[in-house]
């Protein structure tokens, strides 16, 4: 089928497009990690706080689709091509493999908050790079303050 064609206001040079949705698909990877591995912490936690980390694990599994869906879609907006499968996340991922046989509330949240907090560093970086385009830059500045006000979140529980 054929590409989608680009809005008329892209007027970003092709090879500055292909980095943009480069990078989109990089952090979609991310995301989608960040939904898989908050559903396993969401199933497999135990302990004291049992229902308030159960219930927070599956808002940042919502969180994460929603935005993975939103940055799929804004690759395909400006002309990309969604990587979305499990492969591609695999590929694309960088995070340590989420912990599969762990129970214990604690590291848990610890393997969750640094996913959330690695995933708010590698935003950082590619904020300051989209100042070309300010639509892909305010919706990875939405992501950061979602994914930093639920790290908070995780991390009032370790102290
Ligand atoms: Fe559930």
Known sequence: ??????????????????EIIADLNGMLAHMIDIS????????????????????LFDVIVDEARTYADDIAERAVAIGG??????QDVAKGS?????????????????AMHERLSGASAKLQEII?????????QDLYIEIQRTLDKRAWML?????
């Not at 591995?37 to 229902?51: C, R």
């Not at 991390?155 to 102290?159: D, G, R």
Request: aromatic share 6%.
């Open 81 to 86: 091509t969604a990587h979305g499968t499990i």
């Open 1 to 18: 089928m054929a590409p989608r064609t680009k809005p008329e206001h892209a007027v970003i040079p092709e090879t500055r497009q292909a």
């Open 155 to 159: 991390e009032a529980h370790l102290k």
């Open 94 to 110: 960088t995070f340590q493999p989420f912990p599969t046989d762990e129970h214990q509330w604690e590291p848990l949240v610890r």
């Open 128 to 136: 300051h790079t989209t100042e070309d385009d300010l639509t892909t």
């Open 36 to 55: 898989t591995s908050a559903k396993q912490a969401h199933w497999n936690v135990h302990g004291p706080n049992f229902q308030g980390l159960h219930e």
